[in-house]
């Protein structure tokens, strides 16, 4: 094979034509003619699929393999690869046979997996909540008004008289000089609190991110705060705007089982009750309280606003059926050849949403259908798996580990990474950096990389001299008020002070512009995301693909090959304070 010296060799089916220092020249290869791939020196093996036979896979990242490795995952066979599921275990069988055919070693203590405990919750769907203001009750019903649940794994949740308090947005951040909380005392109240960031409802761009959601204006952070100072019940005010989705999404999302670890083996702070006010049941909760509810809002996204009691008590019963179950995260180790114990880890999740029976009261009992989930995510899988090919043939060995982590549970709320990071193998003050693959854009080359959450860390800075070489300049994402840095597995990284690359192939299209792009993502999620029109299709355009595992592979040869590099979050970063407070815990450069 090739030697890989500098950042990376282009190979075959990169496109722009890249010839660094010590790379051999390929001769250019169009991916869509009939072509014989390069002889692999890497052991062949058969797909775990009742497939058409072996499948020779090369040291190279190549479409060729890729698009193999989606196929199988993303087959019928698989059945969607829920967790818990036949699929499941076809799923890890696989991708721990692809560990151990390039050659990694099982990279949790000995075993390929790390089982993931979990708790499935599922709430009484006629349960109601009372407000008690000056006298009179009204109930509020479950999926028009609200929706509740609890994360404590108990059966039964009471709440008797709780005061409700309205905390803005719910937000304590240092080093932005703001404290929703300060001088409040929330023991054994319910708090209400605003989705998104102070500055988004009123379009300050110099207050938190603006319109870009920060950490702070996840929904899931305000709990988590809430929990922290001692609420026993938090609700937040959805608004379509803020949240970035409909009440619809909401209530869905709220309806049937939910899925969380135990309480013991996630260290984030629990509420005993937490979840959404609709605005019209939270605009007749200010107005019985004398308040308008758009005044007290522009008032929350100030530096002086201070927590207003409500005149208002909340009663709860909050009964809900709990079953526990396990999951495997699936974990392939390189281990570095001079400082073995710091990592650096590519991940992505294997999951995804099952299958579902269809006419199943007509007769002939109806028919499956499966959400194969392609894209997201065997797309990510296949990459991370093409990278470990890369990184195993290099010449040189790379001198710090690389762990590559198949997670699972991230469609039911990042659990598999949530479990990882709160019982991580190797130290995370000893993780040098974690790279996410989700969700692949099959579309072809882009004259630019997507890094969402752009302006986070200084893994950006080492990407975009990369991105460079490729003719590609790195752009944010679109749709900054959604939030989507908080909404994949790198995210439980992020929190825990962990520097965290999500990038992937961009919006213009080296031929088609950015319409072309516009029209196959909004393609994708009209008919594709989380439905069963998320399969594998022989025509797709990989060569974006390709440059893309090619980009995040050149960036973990940076971090693999120099004791220097200890990445950090930019200054002004929520993460960056964790991570400040591990740095006695690495090895001077």
């Known amino acids: 094979m090739q030697q890989r010296t500098g950042l990376f060799c282009a190979g075959a089916l990169l496109t722009a034509v890249l010839v660094l220092p010590g790379c051999a020249q390929d001769a250019p290869t169009d991916e869509n003619a009939a072509s014989t791939p390069p002889a692999s020196t890497a052991p062949e093996t058969a797909p775990a699929s009742a497939g058409e036979g072996a499948h020779a896979f090369s040291p190279e990242i190549r479409a060729e393999d890729f698009a193999e490795h989606v196929r199988v995952l993303a087959s019928d066979e698989f059945e969607g690869r829920a967790p818990g599921s036949a699929g499941e275990e076809k799923t890890v069988a696989y991708i721990q046979g692809q560990f151990e055919r390039i050659g990694l070693e099982p990279g949790n203590n000995g075993s390929w997996v790390q089982t993931v405990p979990m708790v499935e919750t599922t709430t009484a769907q006629n349960t109601t909540l009372t407000l008690t203001h000056d006298g009179e009750t009204r109930r509020l019903v479950s999926g028009t008004d609200m929706v509740i649940g609890t994360r404590t794994g108990r059966n039964l949740v009471e709440i008797e008289g709780s005061e409700l308090v309205f905390v803005g947005y719910g937000v304590v951040a240092p080093e932005q000089d703001w404290n929703d909380y300060e001088g409040l005392d929330v023991k054994g109240k319910t708090v209400v609190i605003l989705v998104n960031d102070p500055g988004f409802h009123v379009d300050d761009p110099e207050l938190f991110g603006g319109e870009r959601m920060t950490y702070y204006g996840r929904w899931t952070y305000k709990f988590e705060e809430a929990a922290r100072q001692g609420a026993e019940a938090a609700l937040i005010v959805h608004d379509d705007a803020g949240a970035g989705y409909g009440w619809d999404v909401v209530k869905n999302s709220w309806s049937g089982a939910q899925f969380d670890l135990p309480a013991a083996d996630d260290p984030a702070p629990r509420l005993p009750a937490q979840g959404w006010l609709s605005a019209e049941a939270a605009n007749r909760l200010f107005e019985e309280n004398g308040l308008d509810f758009e005044a007290q809002r522009r008032a929350a996204s100030q530096r002086d606003f201070r927590p207003v009691p409500l005149a208002t008590t909340l009663d709860l019963s909050l009964r809900s059926a709990i079953r526990e179950a396990k999951s495997d995260n699936v974990l392939g180790l390189l281990r570095g050849s001079t400082r073995p114990d710091e990592v650096v880890v590519y991940m992505g999740h294997w999951d995804h949403l099952g299958k579902t029976m269809v006419g199943r009261n007509v007769p002939g009992g109806g028919t499956a259908e499966i959400y194969n989930g392609a894209i997201d995510n065997a797309s990510g899988i296949a990459g991370i798996l093409e990278i470990a090919e890369a990184f195993k043939n290099q010449e040189t060995p790379p001198e710090r580990s690389i762990l590559f982590l198949a997670v699972t549970l991230e469609e039911s709320g990042l659990l598999g990474s949530a479990y990882y990071t709160a019982n991580p193998v190797f130290p995370l003050a000893k993780t040098v950096a974690a790279i996410n693959l989700d969700a692949m854009p099959v579309i072809g080359r882009t004259t630019d990389m997507t890094v969402t959450g752009i302006g986070s860390s200084e893994l950006e800075d080492i990407l975009k001299p990369i991105a460079a070489l490729q003719n590609r300049v790195l752009r944010g994402e679109a749709e900054t008020s959604k939030g989507f840095y908080f909404r994949s597995d790198h995210f439980n990284f992020a929190k825990a002070g962990v520097p965290a690359l999500y990038a992937k192939g961009g919006t213009e299209h080296v031929e088609g512009g950015v319409e ?55 200054p002004d970063n929520p993460f960056r304070a964790a991570r400040d407070a591990t740095a006695d815990q690495r090895p001077a450069p």
């Not at 792009?517 to 390709?546: C, F, M, T």
């Open 516 to 570: 072309h792009v516009r029209r196959i993502q909004a393609e994708y999620g009209a008919n594709r995301y989380h439905k069963p029109g998320d399969v594998y299709e022989e025509d797709w355009d990989l060569s974006g693909v390709v440059e893309d595992l090619e980009a995040l592979y050149a960036v973990g040869r940076e971090l693999t090959g120099s004791e220097a590099l200890w990445p950090n979050w930019y």
